[in-house]
């Protein structure tokens, strides 16, 4: 199968393509690996609304949960052995894009129980299940970067695990993040591990910045206001890529666990779906490029960026200082910032805690009709 040439121009550029979406059906019919094949993706994220979204709408299903009730599991077990089973599954149609790349790619996440987001304690413990249930090295523990996540996020890299971090939303806690990750490694180092086997990405939410804000610059409706609609989630995005250029290639604190064969925790672009219709569909792809990243896309994105996307890699580097002047004109005309963040990450939780819930209560429901 030939790749598409603008997906394979955009991993040329560095970029590895990653796809934000899962399913049993997805693997067991070879569009996965359709995937890889035709559209350069080396990777898959998952989450608890792409879960909810393949377990809830097909009966793929049916038959495991029908047998795993039968043998007396509860929910929680019951959808920790059928989202452990994907995963696993799909680490097996990627483990050649993983032993190509080096471990760099061929990866698939899958993310703790969104109700420990606030309890490090719990989430260190989930980790570590997930790890071991799935058992492939390729897998990705995704942790999301809440204050209570930062320090689980050290601790289970200290195990040895490979974590994707979710979630985040500001430079600030990108920042911590970083903190974070090389405390990790530190730890990993002390207790024996091979670090050059841990893998990172930092996951920095796009969309998500900009329909917020937006929303806020047409409330507040100047026209100086609404010349800045559309800019916030680029440069949000941008000024991470700077913070990672400073830690990663010009700090002094990587460069010694770099020599014990760390590798740099990349950053991830998530949530690049356009979700303003009045925007470029491929916008949060065609503006992101640089080396070293990735991008994790919808089905619906990826279709149009192979459709029609372009490949500006002049998009992010030396772009910081553009960058915070747009955060700067943002403050200026009444934004608030750390505000904005504040509930964008209050809100991901929420809104893969009622994803979570919702999967939970129609597999629940499937439990008790196994059972009747």
């Given at each position: 199968?030939?790749?598409?040439?603008?997906?394979?121009?955009?991993?040329?550029?560095?970029?590895?393509?990653?796809?934000?979406?899962?399913?049993?059906?997805?693997?067991?019919?070879?569009?996965?690996?359709?995937?890889?094949?035709?559209?350069?993706?080396?990777?898959?994220?998952?989450?608890?609304?792409?879960?909810?979204?393949?377990?809830?709408?097909?009966?793929?299903?049916?038959?495991?949960?029908?047998?795993?009730?039968?043998?007396?599991?509860?929910?929680?077990?019951?959808?920790?052995?059928?989202?452990?089973?994907?995963?696993?599954?799909?680490?097996?149609?990627?483990?050649?894009?993983?032993?190509?790349?080096?471990?760099?790619?061929?990866?698939?996440?899958?993310?703790?129980?969104?109700?420990?987001?606030?309890?490090?304690?719990?989430?260190?413990?989930?980790?570590?299940?997930?790890?071991?249930?799935?058992?492939?090295?390729?897998?990705?523990?995704?942790i999301p970067a809440t204050k209570a996540g930062l320090p689980a996020i050290t601790r289970v890299l200290?195990?040895?695990?490979?974590?994707?971090?979710?979630?985040?939303?500001?430079?600030?806690?990108?920042?911590?993040?970083?903190?974070?990750?090389?405390?990790?490694?530190?730890?990993?180092?002390?207790?024996?591990?091979?670090?050059?086997?841990?893998?990172?990405?930092?996951?920095?939410?796009?969309?998500?910045?900009?329909?917020?804000?937006?929303?806020?610059?047409?409330?507040?409706?100047?026209?100086?206001?609404?010349?800045?609609?559309?800019?916030?989630?680029?440069?949000?995005?941008?000024?991470?890529?700077?913070?990672?250029?400073?830690?990663?290639?010009?700090?002094?604190?990587?460069?010694?666990?770099?020599?014990?064969?760390?590798?740099?925790?990349?950053?991830?672009?998530?949530?690049?779906?356009?979700?303003?219709?009045?925007?470029?569909?491929?916008?949060?792809?065609?503006?992101?490029?640089?080396?070293d990243t990735v991008n994790t896309m919808p089905g619906k994105t990826m279709e149009a960026f192979a459709?029609?996307?372009?490949?500006?890699?002049?998009?992010?580097?030396?772009?910081?200082?553009?960058?915070?002047?747009?955060?700067?004109?943002?403050?200026?005309?009444?934004?608030?910032?750390?505000?904005?963040?504040?509930?964008?990450?209050?809100?991901?939780?929420?809104?893969?805690?009622?994803?979570?819930?919702?999967?939970?209560?129609?597999?629940?429901?499937?439990?008790?009709?196994?059972?009747?």
């Amino acid at each position: 199968m030939t790749q598409n040439p603008k997906l394979a121009e955009l991993s040329a550029a560095g970029v590895s393509v990653w796809l934000d979406d899962l399913s049993r059906d997805l693997i067991a019919s070879g569009g996965l690996q359709d995937e890889i094949d035709g559209r350069s993706v080396v990777g898959v994220t998952t989450n608890p609304s792409i879960f909810q979204n393949s377990i809830a709408n097909a009966d793929t299903y049916d038959e495991q949960i029908a047998r795993l009730a039968a043998e007396g599991a509860d929910v929680d077990a019951v959808l920790t052995a059928i989202t452990t089973d994907d995963v696993r599954a799909a680490c097996g149609v990627f483990e050649q894009v993983w032993t190509d790349s080096d471990g760099v790619d061929g990866r698939v996440s899958i993310e703790v129980d969104p109700r420990l987001a606030h309890d490090t304690d719990a989430t260190v413990a989930q980790a570590v299940e997930l790890w071991n249930l799935v058992d492939r090295p390729n897998t990705l523990i995704k942790i999301p970067a809440t204050k209570a996540g930062l320090p689980a996020i050290t601790r289970v890299l200290a195990e040895g695990i490979s974590v994707n971090v979710t979630l985040i939303f500001s430079v600030e806690r990108y920042g911590e993040v970083i903190d974070a990750f090389l405390n990790g490694l530190d730890a990993a180092l002390e207790n024996g591990h091979d670090i050059s086997k841990i893998v990172s990405v930092a996951s920095f939410f796009v969309s998500r910045v900009d329909t917020e804000i937006d929303k806020r610059l047409d409330a507040i409706g100047t026209p100086e206001a609404l010349e800045l609609r559309g800019k916030a989630g680029l440069a949000n995005a941008r000024l991470a890529y700077a913070a990672f250029q400073e830690v990663f290639e010009l700090g002094v604190r990587f460069p010694d666990l770099k020599a014990q064969g760390a590798r740099p925790q990349r950053a991830l672009w998530a949530s690049t779906g356009v979700k303003n219709p009045d925007y470029p569909d491929t916008l949060y792809v065609s503006e992101l490029v640089a080396p070293d990243t990735v991008n994790t896309m919808p089905g619906k994105t990826m279709e149009a960026f192979a459709d029609h996307g372009w490949v500006n890699t002049s998009s992010i580097v030396g772009k910081a200082a553009e960058s915070r002047e747009v955060f700067d004109a943002l403050t200026r005309v009444g934004i608030d910032l750390p505000d904005v963040f504040a509930l964008l990450e209050s809100e991901g939780v929420s809104k893969f805690e009622a994803a979570w819930d919702e999967l939970l209560t129609a597999t629940a429901a499937q439990i008790s009709a196994a059972k009747a």
